[in-house]
């Protein structure tokens, strides 16, 4: 008998703890992500330009929508890197990845197949073999190219006709967005001193880097004491360098990409580019089912993709009424404008340009 209750005992003992599993068992853990990615190039997001403004339209958008957002940095600037960072971010659960910079192109030509589920925002570029033997953009691919020439000749033309006839331009690469920046700042205030009947010179240097170094506010220095007044630095951090050389000596700067008016008094404008409102627009495209893939776009003055910020406060004459007058000029193409914008990218051509009132000399 008491062999018989030892059982029922052990019995009942079982059962309860099995009941017990059954009602306790765990609930499923719920996926974590993020679901928006960005991934730099060799530059950050707070480098006060180019991978800052596409940085902050992702914030913004994910901010107002309460979706989840990251952002990852390669371990170095080569394709092989660039796509192990996408594939990173697919795994940690991005639905969308934005990349800046023409950098990208090689590693989202591979990326749009391996990740085909996957969107992509890809900016100054559009997908290519390494080679540039093969271009091919995939429908969840939307490539995004600036005006950048319309937006350096703003530039340089506001200037001149703020009356500032020694200009210099320093671009940090040799690279097409940079290059077109440079070539439409020179043709920009060449057009305003064909206006003006002044004779205009720009000194011309690419300082083979993007990143910020004391040498950039020493040159930049330099140029101010032999004579410049105005320096237009299209080149990333290395721009925070030249204002800060700016500073010391009462020099004037164009900053670049976003407004950068904030970061120097010496910045007298910027270039800009749409670069937050671009990937704004594309995340509420690709959130309201109507992604651009498969798409190559420009985004010029036609349709508010580049121009000048809008306080003109640090200018001595030119107005938001002159903007206005050039700035419609280049969208309606009159007179010659927007023809006249050379955009190849060729290095040596900027001395070839047909400039009238204008003379550029390149330093190397």
Known sequence: ??????????????FGLTACAKTEEPTPEVPTGYEIALVTDIGTIDDKSFNQGAWEGVVAYAEENSLTYQYYKPAAATDV??????????????????????????AIY???????????????ADPHTADYATFRIEKNVYS????????????GYAAVKDGYTELGFMGGMAVPAVVRFGYGFVQGADYAANELGVDVNVTYKYLNSFAPDTAWATEAKSWYSEGTEVIFVAAGGAGLSVMAGADEVGGKVIG?????????ASVLTSATKGLTSSVYAALTDFYAGS????????LDVAKNGVGLPADFSRFTTFTQADYDTIFAALVADTNGVTTSIKKDADVAAVTELALVKTTVTVLE
């Not at 008998?1 to 079982?14: E, F, G, R, Y």
């Not at 591979?110 to 925002?121: G, K, M, N």
């Not at 995004?144 to 530039?155: D, I, K, P």
């Not at 670049?256 to 120097?264: A, F, G, I, M």
């Open 81 to 106: 890197d660039y796509v192990a960072a996408i594939t990173e971010a697919v795994d940690a659960g991005a639905k969308v990845v934005v990349t800046p910079g023409y950098m990208f192109a090689p």
């Open 256 to 264: 670049v990409d976003v407004d950068q008016s904030n970061l120097s």
């Open 1 to 14: 008998m008491k062999k018989l209750l030892v059982l029922l005992s052990v019995v009942l003992v079982v």
């Open 144 to 155: 995004v190219y600036y005006a950048e020439e319309q937006s350096g000749f703003l530039a």
């Open 110 to 124: 591979e990326a749009q197949d391996l990740f085909p589920e996957v969107s992509f925002i890809l900016l100054d």
């Open 291 to 298: 992604f651009k893939g498969g798409v190559v776009e420009t």
